[in-house]
């Protein structure tokens, strides 16, 4: 049974920190690459970041640049979002994703992922 179980959502103040992290169950996990999306309320799911499957490449959407980082531990299965200088725009259900790990794959579009998780809540307001 492939799992993907997202934790760490909350409410933050804007231009604080959250890390969110992503347990990945059921699947060769160090064979896919990982993502994270994100929906807002009254808005489509975007893409955030995306790490491939080894760590040495790293995708992220361009609001968060510099601001967010991606991460994983195949040791552990798990990847994990660390977010910095939240904005109230960053509030969103947050989700993680697995996708098959191969060359010249766009990791920033949804249709390549296979597996979800049913995401975790960030809140970013004073």
């Known amino acids: 049974q492939v799992q993907l179980v997202e934790s760490g959502g909350g409410l933050v103040q804007p231009g604080g920190s959250l890390s969110l992290s992503c347990a990945a169950s059921g699947f060769s996990f160090s064979s896919y690459a990982m993502g994270w999306f994100r929906q807002a309320p009254g808005k489509e799911r975007e893409f955030v970041a995306a790490i491939y499957w080894s760590g040495s490449k790293t995708i992220y959407k361009d609001p968060v640049k510099g601001r967010f980082t991606i991460s994983r531990d195949n040791a552990k299965n798990t990847v994990y979002l660390q977010m910095s200088r939240l904005k109230p725009e960053d509030t969103a259900v947050y989700y993680c994703?697995?996708?098959?790990?191969?060359?010249?794959?766009?990791?920033?579009?949804?249709?390549?992922?296979?597996?979800w998780g049913q995401g975790t809540q960030v809140t970013v307001s004073s």
């Open positions: 994703a697995a996708a098959p790990d191969r060359v010249g794959r766009d990791y920033a579009t949804q249709r390549v992922y296979d597996y």
